[in-house]
């Protein structure tokens, strides 16, 4: 998926179209359990760019009881980025509109925190 999403930012994923289809093909299959935020969300943006069905549920699993994401989830800055990006192939999900409020706020925190005034 990592690779797939870099071919995309340099723009080369056209080379791989068959290879990458071949890929997001087994991975819409295939909907194992993963703990890791970043991979979640790239699966999750990979697939809703490439016209397979994601189902936003998969940020469920990364609430707390009372329905807040889990704040562990804040110090992973690639892990926020990750949901940032899943959050602007919404369709109206309100979850994604969590998932953007969520990762936008706590992404500001983190660069404030990078970046004192």
């Keep these: 998926m990592v690779m797939i999403d870099n071919l995309q930012r340099l723009g ?6 068959e290879e990458i289809e071949s890929i997001l093909c087994s991975l819409s299959e295939n909907d194992n359990a993963i703990s890791c935020i970043h ?7 990979l697939l809703r760019e490439h016209g397979y069905y994601a189902s936003p549920d998969v940020f469920n ?5 009372e329905g807040r994401f889990k704040l562990q989830l804040t110090a992973d800055i690639k892990g926020l980025m990750s949901l940032y990006e899943s959050s ?10 969590e998932v953007n ?6 992404l500001i925190v983190q660069w404030n925190s990078l970046n004192p005034i």
């Design 39 to 45: 991979v979640v969300a790239l699966r999750f943006r």
């Design 61 to 65: 699993s990364f609430k707390d009881k």
């Design 88 to 97: 602007k192939l919404s369709t109206g999900e309100d979850i994604l509109d």
């Design 101 to 106: 409020d969520f990762a936008s706020k706590n």
């Design 12 to 17: 080369i994923d056209y080379h791989f179209r």
